[in-house]
């Protein structure tokens, strides 16, 4: 159970890199957006090294990055205006759907 709970922390952190990737965008925030990707890449890097211990390696990794483009996906929108399409909603929903089959499998 431990492990899973660090997978999850991993995963968000995944989300964290490409907002701060997207804050850089921004001028005002060019030096902390890329602050902020470089310390949750490496955060949640370590924290996936660590959950791999115990979590067969292909489901870590899809769990991981599940929740990093879900995640990614869901902050677009609420903080960037990115379009709330049906597609991509659907696409994001089999992602999500493929991550808790990994799970109970």
Same mark, same amino acid.
Do not use: D
């Given at each position: 159970?431990?492990?899973?709970?660090?997978?999850?922390?991993?995963?968000?952190?995944?989300?964290?890199? *490409?907002? !701060?990737?997207?804050? $850089?965008?921004?001028?005002?925030?060019?030096? &902390? =957006?890329?602050?902020?990707?470089? #310390?949750?890449?490496?955060?949640?890097?370590?924290?996936?090294?660590?959950?791999?211990?115990?979590? *067969?390696? !292909?489901?870590?990794? $899809?769990?991981?990055?599940?929740?990093?483009? &879900? =995640?990614?996906?869901?902050?677009? #929108?609420?903080?960037?205006?990115?379009?709330?399409?049906?597609?991509?909603?659907?696409?994001?929903?089999?992602?999500?759907?493929?991550?808790?089959?990994?799970?109970?499998?």
């Amino acid at each position: 159970m431990k492990a899973w709970i660090i997978l999850l922390l991993a995963g968000c952190f995944e989300i964290g890199w *490409p907002l !701060g990737l997207r804050l $850089a965008q921004s001028g005002a925030w060019r030096l &902390a =957006g890329m602050a902020t990707a470089v #310390v949750c890449m490496a955060v949640s890097g370590y924290l996936l090294f660590l959950a791999q211990r115990h979590i *067969p390696m !292909g489901t870590a990794y $899809a769990v991981w990055t599940g929740i990093g483009a &879900a =995640g990614a996906f869901i902050s677009g #929108v609420l903080f960037f205006g990115e379009p709330l399409q049906f597609m991509r909603v659907a696409a994001v929903a089999l992602i999500v759907t493929g991550v808790i089959l990994l799970k109970m499998a």
